[in-house]
């Protein structure tokens, strides 16, 4: 133990020494290396479509919205494709140009906005499309991350810059076409006009960013404790917009919509792959009918909890708390690793500034050594890999809740615009 203790305390000495700015000067360039080539071989790999699983997860929403385009519903379609039972009253024919579906899982109102996201023009444009999109929703988060670290100075902010996109899971995500990317932007943009005040534009960011309420969803929780009523107002008045309009154009009730989303969900779940303490329950007991919305309940009035202890503190560390907690309460992938910048981006705030502890600049790099490695990419399959990231998770959400406890730095308001 005296060991251990020497070393600790030699440790602390030499980052004291080192001083914020140099570790930056140090972490800086390799991070924007490590992002600019994480990002543009996604990029590349979903351009060009020079992978096996180049653009996989684009092409199904693509074939959903080409059915969903011509006023068909996309899981009466799915259905058919299984060889299972379909309403008699709709249109639940294969189109032979576009072919069977094979999967599904989102909500109602996400065909609404998928009408922006995917729309059904060629596959080749569609993939040119939503690459400048993920190029668009990368520039707001860097811009974000940049401004949060300027008053410190230029190379903290460059610093935080490569903190927020040097994540592998942004190669996966832009290679397969996901949503994950995109919804971290709009969250970002959602933060952003609630520290300008502009809470209806606030709200219709966080509405649009529940195309995926897997990963949306508890961030909605941050302004509810806030009580910023007009941005939960407008998050919730597009959701049922878009849900209306939805249900009016492939006509069909949103409660059975609804609930054949959650049985393709759960067929996925229990197929796909990623890995979540969901999964590993799923794994353990195949046949537990109770398993998602157990977790996803408890996932959920923990995160309320929590955000209301710490009310009081910055909204991004309730968006870190929303970040971790929506990492566990339901299925995710590697791709959806992207919400826990937020995590990231606060340890890293945490450990640039103020003094901080050595505690907390540790942990910092082991949460990053989690979301910025490829080992991460190349090992997500590793199921001890699996574990140690989501303990080391919960141990950054520990760190997080105790520096609640002394939140001297302010990364509200003036330090987010």
Not at 236 to 262: C, K, R
Not at 321 to 334: D, E, F, K, Q, S
């Amino acid at each position: 133990m005296k060991l251990v203790d020497r070393l600790l305390q030699n440790w602390r000495v030499r980052v004291a020494a080192l001083g914020s700015e140099k570790l930056c000067l140090i972490l800086a360039p390799c991070l924007v290396v490590v992002a600019v080539a994480y990002n543009g071989f996604g990029f590349y790999q979903l351009v060009s479509g020079q992978h096996p699983f180049a653009g996989t997860d684009l092409r199904r929403r693509w074939l959903d919205h080409r059915y969903f385009w011509q006023r068909q519903n996309p899981y009466d379609v799915l259905a058919t494709s299984q060889g299972s039972a379909t309403t008699s009253s709709r249109n639940a024919s294969i189109d032979p140009e576009i072919g069977p579906l094979s999967d599904g899982g989102y909500p109602p109102w996400a065909f609404t906005t998928g009408f922006v996201l995917v729309p059904p023009v060629s596959w080749q444009a569609v993939r040119l499309y939503f690459g400048f999109l993920n190029l668009v929703a990368l520039g707001i988060i860097g811009y974000w991350a940049y401004a949060l670290g300027r008053p410190l100075g230029r190379w903290h902010a460059l610093f935080l810059l490569g903190v927020a996109n040097a994540l592998v899971a942004n190669l996966f995500s832009i290679s397969a076409g996901q949503y994950s990317i995109i919804v971290n932007s709009l969250l970002i943009a959602s933060l952003l006009f609630y520290n300008k005040r502009l809470d209806v534009l606030a709200g219709l960011a966080l509405g649009i960013a529940m195309v995926k309420p897997q990963i949306a969803g508890l961030f909605f929780l941050a302004f509810l404790v806030k009580a910023r009523w007009r941005i939960v107002l407008a998050a919730t008045g597009y959701v049922v917009v878009a849900t209306l309009l939805t249900s009016w154009w492939i006509h069909t009730n949103p409660v059975e919509m609804s609930l054949q989303m959650w049985q393709a969900s759960h067929q996925w779940i229990a197929t796909g792959g990623g890995y979540s303490p969901l999964k590993f329950m799923l794994l353990a007991d195949p046949g537990n009918r109770y398993a998602t919305g157990g977790i996803a309940l408890t996932g959920m009035i923990a995160a309320l909890v929590l955000m209301s202890l710490c009310r009081k503190c910055s909204i991004l560390l309730l968006f870190a708390i929303a970040a971790v907690l929506g990492r566990m309460w339901t299925y995710h992938n590697i791709y959806d690793n992207t919400m826990l910048l937020f995590l990231l981006v606060y340890l890293g705030v945490a450990s640039v500034r103020d003094q901080p502890k050595i505690q907390s600049v540790a942990v910092f790099l082991l949460v990053g050594a989690t979301l910025w490695s490829p080992v991460t990419y190349t090992g997500h399959g590793f199921l001890p890999l699996q574990i140690a990231h989501l303990l080391i998770w919960l141990l950054g959400l520990l760190t997080v809740l105790s520096l609640a406890k002394r939140e001297a730095f302010s990364v509200d308001s003036h330090n987010l615009c």
